[in-house]
């Protein structure tokens, strides 16, 4: 659990490190995550408002009577818009999240190298804001898969509770999503974060899409 | 990437997705608790507060990300100069 060689006499831990470095420079930390933070409150709220316009032609009276008169199916069809839009404003939060993620890389970079006269920590994005869409609408795809994976591994459990009969306790749901959210997470840092750590080539994005979906 | 920064970096990751769950959701959980009537100003005040205390709660695990990359750079710049060296020699 060492960033350095944990054999090294030194090593200190990632976690005591980041938060070390949160307390020192708190100020450079919320000056970088303020305007990625803004302008995902303005996304948020703008997306979620054109969801309830939706949602408001699409079902006049009672949700519950709807889906009794046209099943299931029609209902999910019904709500298929409103679903683009969700996923719509996902992706532009995981950008924006890609967006603070960058800029703080940068600012930790900038600080450990002593280098101040980089102007902004975003200016990597404004430099290839074509190649940073791309890095962030892949991760993006990952993250939908292995939301899928968290999906089926929920359902699985829930599947096997059924069939033996096991009361389901209140506190099983955020359980279960946890234990999920572990289970992909240690897939995503096995997978995506050595791509981080690395020159990120088309061909090693390829290759990383080939081992995720076979 | 070694194992022991992979492993920090999961428990990272379960970290920040707790925190971000909680402080997104403890906005609107203090204002039920607290009997506030609903209304555009609360709505719209707690889901910014949530943004904020979630932005705050995702901070070390980005710092954690930029830590390990400051890492990996400068042990590359200096293999690097290390096989130059030898080349060199």
């Known amino acids: ?214 | 990437m070694t194992d022991n920064r992979a492993l920090a970096l999961w428990l990272l990751i379960l970290e920040s997705e707790v925190a971000g769950y909680l402080t997104l959701m403890l906005p609107s959980w203090t204002l039920v608790y607290l009997n506030v009537p609903p209304t555009k100003f609360s709505y719209y005040a707690a889901d910014a507060i949530a943004l904020v205390l979630s932005a705050m709660s995702q901070a070390p695990l980005m710092i954690a990300v930029g830590l390990v990359l400051a890492h990996w750079t400068a042990s590359k710049t200096m293999n690097e100069a290390g096989s130059e060296m030898a080349q060199i020699g």
């Open chain 1, 1 to 214: 659990m060492e960033l350095s060689d944990p054999s090294a006499p030194t090593a200190i831990s990632l976690w005591k490190q980041a938060v070390h470095f949160y307390g020192e420079h708190s100020a450079g930390v919320a000056k970088t995550l303020l305007p990625p933070t803004v302008v995902a409150y303005m996304i948020a709220i703008f997306l979620q408002d054109q969801m309830h316009a939706l949602y408001g032609r699409v079902v006049t009276g009672n949700s519950a009577l709807l889906m009794r008169r046209i099943g299931i199916l029609g209902f999910e069809r019904l709500m298929i818009p409103m679903q683009a839009v969700h996923l719509l404003k996902q992706w532009c939060l995981w950008t924006v999240y890609c967006f603070a993620l960058v800029g703080i890389c940068t600012l930790v970079a900038d600080l450990k190298n002593q280098t101040t006269d980089n102007g902004s920590v975003f200016t990597p994005i404004r430099e290839h804001p074509g190649r940073f869409l791309k890095s962030a609408t892949l991760f993006f795809g990952m993250l939908v898969i292995a939301f899928g994976m968290m999906m089926v591994i929920i359902i699985g459990i829930t599947q096997v509770q059924i069939r033996i009969g096991l009361a389901v306790p209140r506190w099983e749901s955020p359980l279960v999503a946890f234990i999920a959210i572990a289970l992909v997470s240690a897939v995503l840092v096995r997978w995506i974060l050595p791509c981080l750590s690395q020159p990120c080539k088309d061909y090693g994005s390829a290759e990383l899409w080939q081992r995720v979906i076979t």
